[in-house]
């Protein structure tokens, strides 16, 4: 289950070797060096890959592409026929020109050739006359109010009839691959079928269970291959993908199912609960009444942790629902049991809040030992990367000693330096930032395998939870405390001036009022273009492609950066007067501190920001958050960050700022971000238009995870059916003996991180 070695194995010939070396021949051995590398440059290294490398869909060639789904920016290939050609001489230049219309029949799209002179682009016009019908790949770009692909590679049915008619091909489904600029989806389609007539039975492993396909009534896995890139009917091609479909679910839940097996099987320390320690203490002193959902939770947890069985669950809820005290309800039952519990963050600013409003909770009950403190008492200990060396020690030691009953921290805690003998539930705040090797490291910490408790604010979608956080069980906290007031969204055009100005004077507004703004930008200065996303370990799952080069295929402008958005504020005539703070995650602890403090206590009611203030920073008066370059953030993200605002008992409001083309999938994403505020919905949303996006061509070759037909939405009962099969299987033959391919699957998947859908967010 050790990821990096999985890792490495799967490029080691020798372990290919062992099962159908076939598979891990080199695609430029195979194909030749030029192919090869073309495919490389889509993540295709070996025949494996290539197998693997699915059609995104089908053509047919009587039935033409919609072009009206096309989007600016996406790479495609389509069905389509000519309906206009004309050349002409460039205007004033030398060259010429030659703009190809092709036609769904209702919708067009312009193809456009340069050429020295005519003649060097005689040979697409003789191709491409009229009527003439054909597959068209490129990049689609915005020209004057048309879209257009520049230099668009093709194939055009004429050009194939006798190759098609050769071997009868010509009413079978054309397979269309995700293709490049470097490779169009026919020279795929031929480099498939040059690695896949060779292969048999063995070389390919069988991951499926002879049982379970039956029970499914699921073809083997060639008959799957060869149906999926050489369908002679579309029910070849759709039985197929159900099949794969299948294996996607099975091998991934089987190894979500051997990790809880191997967790499970571990000893953990029982914490029954007990009467008039610290948690009754606690309890007494909570100045609010628990939600019915929160006492739910807490009851789950109670009950969990009194188990010599270590605990796996997740708690998901959105900001402000109360996870964080459910959560310290628990770390109190296993502190009266002796033992500890750690509570890792993201940041250090979130560390550093987790700390000021535990020992906030806590009150007295936090100062075990110090005049005043109370006899049931412990103590809460904070551990970062950035503090100094005296208060490390002294935090380090109170830890080791089994003093703090608490202790809060950053990736500092995985240090290996850091002992936590007692330690006997962890919880890990927003999991998703922290890899599954994290929290083996926290594990394996205390002398027995504590109970784990992930909380995130992300929703997540039931089956998204089940392939995510498979090895998890999952409670949800759905309803907000009371008295909430909300947050509006607006999508501002950043070319549209007038409203950018009044985006400033509504900050204004607020801030007379008395509330607070926060202006969010993707990078710290001008220069560098990372910015706190990646700094904090965020993978976006837009592109960088699509940041490169704006809608119109030209050199984007640089990102909005913190320093300069700081410095124009500051000469904006609608800001006259108003104190302007900065903030990021490359500023020195104090600095930062301060900068929060600052904004909190309305100093700076200002604060220009990367996303370190995205999760769960606490400033109740906080109303306005601005977010520029909003088309730069993920869906969730997004939604995070405009959780800051409207946790008091004032509205708030979040003003997405994008130049974003209004017909890009960019566009798309933020309208859907606006159009509600549950989060449940919008990560559903957020599922769907990615997968649009996988139906109609976009250029990600889907190689970022192992999950490439499975559908989390429309699939949860396959889902559901192989987590129960999986299980089962794992329970009677925890190391696969009986079934090798399966097992060799899990071992190849295994570091395709299970979280990629998450990771994506
Ligand atoms: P989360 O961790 O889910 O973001 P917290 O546990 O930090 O939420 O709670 C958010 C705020 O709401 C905190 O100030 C907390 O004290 C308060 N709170 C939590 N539960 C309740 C409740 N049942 N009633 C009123 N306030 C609550
Ligand atoms: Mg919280």
Redesign the pocket.
């Known amino acids: 289950m050790n990821q990096p070695i999985a890792r490495e194995r799967r490029h080691d010939p020798a372990f290919l070797g062992e099962v159908g070396g076939r598979l891990g021949r080199s695609l430029e051995k195979e194909l030749g060096t030029r192919t090869g590398k073309a495919l490389g440059k889509l993540g295709v290294h070996t025949v494996g890959d290539l197998l693997r490398h699915y059609p995104r869909r089908y053509g047919d060639r009587g039935k033409l592409t919609a072009l009206r789904q096309l989007r600016v920016g996406d790479h495609v290939t389509v069905i389509a026929e000519v309906s206009s050609s004309e050349s002409r001489p460039m205007r004033g230049k030398v060259g010429a020109i030659l703009n190809v219309r092709i036609t769904d029949g209702t919708d067009e799209l312009l193809l456009t050739f340069f050429g020295k002179h005519s003649r060097s682009l005689e040979h697409h016009e003789r191709r491409l006359r009229r009527g003439a019908t054909g597959m068209f790949s490129g990049t689609v770009s915005a020209y004057r109010g048309d879209r257009q692909l520049t230099h668009p590679s093709y194939e055009t049915f004429d050009d194939l009839d006798d190759e098609f008619a050769a071997v009868q091909k010509v009413d079978w489904p054309i397979p269309i691959y995700p293709a490049s600029a470097s490779i169009a989806s026919w020279q795929i389609e031929k480099a498939v079928e040059t690695v896949l007539r060779p292969l048999t039975a063995e070389d390919v492993p069988e991951a499926l269970p002879a049982a379970y396909r039956r029970e499914h009534d699921l073809p083997d896995v060639m008959t799957a291959l060869r149906g999926l890139h050489a369908p002679r009917t579309p029910e070849d091609w759709q039985r197929a993908r159900r099949r794969f479909r299948h294996e996607e679910a099975f091998v991934l839940q089987t190894a979500l199912a051997q990790r809880r097996a191997a967790t499970l099987s571990d000893a953990a320390t029982a914490f029954e609960p007990r009467s008039g320690g610290i948690r009754d203490a606690f309890e007494a002193r909570l100045p ?4 019915a959902g ?1 006492h739910e939770v807490a009851a789950v947890l109670e009950r969990e942790i009194a188990a010599p069985v270590p605990m796996m669950r997740l708690l998901q ?1 959105e ?7 459910v959560a310290l309800r628990a770390m109190l039952q296993v502190v009266d049991g002796g033992g500890q519990a750690a509570l890792l963050a993201p940041t250090e600013v979130l560390a550093q809040q987790h700390h000021r ?1 535990i020992t906030g909770l806590l009150g007295p009950l936090a100062e075990a030992g110090m005049l005043g403190g109370a006899d049931e008492g412990t103590r809460v200990v904070l551990l970062t990367g950035s503090m100094g060396a005296a208060a490390r020690r002294k935090a380090i030691a109170a830890a080791a000693s089994g003093e703090a009953g608490i202790v809060i921290g950053t990736h500092a805690l995985l240090s290996e330096v850091v002992q936590i003998p007692d330690l006997g539930l962890v919880v890990v705040d927003e999991q998703h930032r922290f890899g599954v090797e994290q929290r083996d490291a926290l594990r394996a910490k205390g002398r027995t395998t504590p109970h784990l408790l992930v909380m995130t ?1 992300t929703p997540i979608p039931r089956t998204v939870a089940m392939t995510s956080f498979g090895d998890l069980e999952t409670s949800t906290l759905r309803e907000l ?1 009371a008295g909430r007031a909300g947050v509006s969204t607006n999508i501002v055009p950043a070319d549209r001036p007038r409203w950018v100005e009044r985006t400033w004077e509504r900050v204004r507004e607020e801030v007379d009022a008395g509330g607070r703004a926060y202006v969010v930008c993707p990078r710290i200065t001008a220069g560098e273009n990372g910015g706190d996303a990646a700094e904090d370990g965020f993978s976006d799952d837009v592109s960088d492609e699509l940041f490169a080069l704006d809608d119109a295929g030209e050199p984007r402008r640089p990102l909005a950066s913190v320093e300069e958005v700081a410095a124009l504020l500051r000469q904006t005539p609608a800001l006259a007067g108003v104190a302007i703070g900065e903030m990021h995650g490359q500023l020195p602890t104090e600095t930062k501190d301060a900068a929060m403090a600052d904004f909190a206590a309305g100093r700076t009611p200002v604060l220009v920001s990367t996303t370190v203030i995205e999760v ?1 920073v ?1 400033v109740p008066d906080a109303t306005v958050m601005v977010i520029l370059d909003a088309d730069r953030f993920g869906l969730s993200q997004l939604h995070q960050l405009r959780g800051r605002v409207g946790r008091g008992t004032k509205p708030g409001m979040c003003l997405a700022v994008t130049a974003a083309h209004p017909d890009s999938g960019s566009f798309e994403r933020l309208a859907a971000f606006a159009a509600t505020t549950d989060g449940f919905e919008l990560a559903e949303t957020d599922l769907k238009l990615r997968r649009e996006g996988d139906v109609l061509g976009a250029s990600q070759s889907g190689r970022s995870s192992s999950l490439r037909l499975l559908r989390v939405l429309q699939d949860a009962d396959i889902i559901d059916g192989a987590r129960a099969a999986a299980r089962d299987l794992v329970a009677r033959d925890p190391a696969l003996a009986s079934e090798p391919g399966l097992a060799r699957m899990v071992a190849e998947s295994i570091d395709e991180d299970a979280a990629a859908y998450l990771e994506r967010t």
Do not use: I
């Not at 609010?288 to 939600?291: Q, V």
């Not at 900001?319 to 005290?325: A, F, L, Q, R, Y």
């Open positions: 609010f009444e628990l939600t929160q809820g900001v402000g629902s109360g996870k964080t005290v409003s604010a405390p769960g606490d």
